[in-house]
């Protein structure tokens, strides 16, 4: 197989462009200027987020392309569900070394083709750029009803917190494979009003505490009901891992019982770890009444130490 610098720019864009499919609300996708789409119904809104991959920051090259690839894209669709929305289009930023093989191109778009079509989220442009080491940036837009957008300046003391699926996995490999929480997402915006959601990226105290500044409130958490991964290790470990890409959320109690009754998804845990406060901070409830403050642990970047992979 070629390496890039023999490809050449443009053929590179077609080979990777390959096969993807227009829909309805695309006037024009892949190949002028800019993409253009008709405007959604005036009682959607648009929703925007971007997230980028870097080499040996994010991923190393020896990890499946095809893989990484999904990853990319899953990551935003996973913040798509976290507002509540459906996902809509995205563009892809390539940063590509000029020695890389075409073989690994094709098949980290292989990966990314696949999961915009399994999420129909449709590839309307990118761009392309060489570069010395791999970088992905995906951009992804979704809409959402106005009235159900999700924020994570909801949240309300005596509200009860859930997350989907379990925490702790992401290190032994699963933040390559994780599949974003569109449909639950969508169940429960359709069926409940949901006060705050966020995505689990950053480490569940971490990302728990976002919500609970946004909102200006605290939370006591049973550790006992913290659904760790298999593997996970400790508690505090898990915690703290990052990049679970669950759904974490609250909900009045009266909603959050029906919600215990009536999920529909088997094969995703629903956890209901514990309850919003109005004095602020995060506590453990530690038996009979006692709590303890803790600090949130979490994923950060330009903390040394702290990236997956150093
Ligand atoms: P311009 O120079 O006008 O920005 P480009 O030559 O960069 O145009 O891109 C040509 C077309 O190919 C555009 O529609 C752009 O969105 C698309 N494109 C470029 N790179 C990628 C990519 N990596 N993935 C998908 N589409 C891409
Ligand atoms: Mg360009």
């Given at each position: 197989m070629p390496e890039l610098s023999q490809v050449g720019e443009f053929k590179l864009i077609r080979e990777l462009s390959r096969g993807i499919s227009a829909n309805?609300?695309?006037?024009?996708?892949?190949?002028?200027?800019a993409a253009v789409t008709v405007p959604g119904s005036p009682d959607l809104c648009n929703l925007f987020t971007v997230d980028m991959l870097i080499e040996n920051i994010h991923f190393r090259r020896s990890q499946p392309p095809e893989l990484v690839g999904r990853k990319a894209l899953s990551v935003s669709l996973s913040d798509i569900a976290a507002m509540g929305g459906r996902p809509g289009f995205c563009l892809v930023s390539l940063g590509l070394p000029a020695d890389l093989d075409l073989d690994y191109a094709r098949a980290l778009y292989r990966g990314l083709r696949a999961t915009a079509r399994r999420w129909n989220c449709t590839l309307i442009g990118g761009d392309t750029n060489r570069s010395l080491r791999i970088i992905i940036s995906v951009s992804v837009s979704g809409t959402v009803r106005s009235d159900r957008a999700v924020y994570r300046s909801g949240a309300k003391p005596g509200d009860q917190i859930f997350i989907t699926g379990s925490i702790g996995a992401g290190p032994s490999g699963r933040h390559l494979r994780f599949s974003p929480r569109l449909k639950e997402s969508a169940f429960l915006t359709e069926n409940f009003s949901l006060n705050a959601m966020i995505d689990v990226s950053d480490g569940l105290f971490q990302d728990l505490s976002h919500i609970l500044e946004a909102s200006f409130c605290g939370a006591v958490i049973d550790p006992k009901r913290i659904p760790l991964a298999k593997g996970a290790g400790s508690l505090e470990k898990a915690a703290a891992a990052g990049e679970d890409f669950e759904l974490l959320f609250t909900l009045s109690p009266d909603q959050g019982d029906r919600l215990m009754k009536d999920w529909p998804f088997p094969r995703v845990r629903l956890s209901r770890i514990g309850s919003i406060t109005a004095g602020r901070g995060l506590s453990l409830s530690q038996g009979s009444g006692r709590v303890r403050k803790i600090k949130p642990q979490g994923f950060s970047h330009f903390k040394p130490g702290r990236t997956w992979f150093e």
């Open positions: 309805a609300s695309i006037i024009k996708g892949i190949g002028d200027d």
